[in-house]
């Protein structure tokens, strides 16, 4: 079985940072790409980064150079450091793992940033 986990979520004044992890548990899965989306109240949920097992790397455009996605394979984790926040990047921010047959949410981490 196959669970995602994401932390680091918080409030944040406006122009800070947060960095939010995502981690992978269990065994026998192949990293294929894992996505970072947001859900904001009254929104549809949206792609932010995605990072596949090659490295490469997609980001929302309104986010490019604000947002960098990173991982550490050994940890089967992603990263997601968020820079310069605004207000409207507040939301729910899910974790998708792609198994390549399979995808896995996370819970979701609540992101903040206040005025």
Same mark, same amino acid.
């Given at each position: 079985?196959?669970?995602?986990?994401?932390?680091?979520?918080?409030?944040?004044?406006?122009?800070?940072?947060?960095r939010?992890?995502?981690?992978?548990?269990g065994?026998g899965?192949?990293?294929?790409?894992?996505?970072?989306?947001?859900?904001?109240?009254?929104?549809?949920?949206?792609?932010?980064?995605? *990072?596949?097992?090659?490295?490469?790397?997609?980001?929302?455009d309104?986010?490019?150079?604000?947002?960098? *996605?990173?991982?550490?394979?050994?940890?089967?984790?992603?990263?997601?450091?968020?820079?310069?926040?605004?207000?409207?990047?507040?939301?729910?921010?899910?974790?998708?793992?792609?198994?390549?047959?399979?995808?896995?949410?996370?819970?979701?981490?609540?992101?903040?940033?206040?005025?």
């Amino acid at each position: 079985q196959v669970q995602v986990v994401e932390s680091g979520g918080g409030l944040v004044q406006a122009g800070g940072s947060l960095r939010l992890s995502c981690t992978a548990h269990g065994s026998g899965f192949k990293f294929n790409a894992m996505d970072w989306y947001r859900q904001a109240p009254g929104k549809q949920r949206e792609l932010v980064a995605s *990072i596949t097992n090659a490295g490469s790397t997609n980001y929302a455009d309104s986010l490019k150079g604000r947002f960098t *996605i990173s991982r550490d394979n050994a940890k089967n984790t992603v990263y997601l450091q968020m820079n310069s926040l605004k207000p409207e990047d507040t939301a729910v921010y899910y974790c998708n793992l792609d198994t390549g047959l399979f995808h896995y949410w996370g819970q979701g981490t609540q992101v903040t940033v206040s005025s």
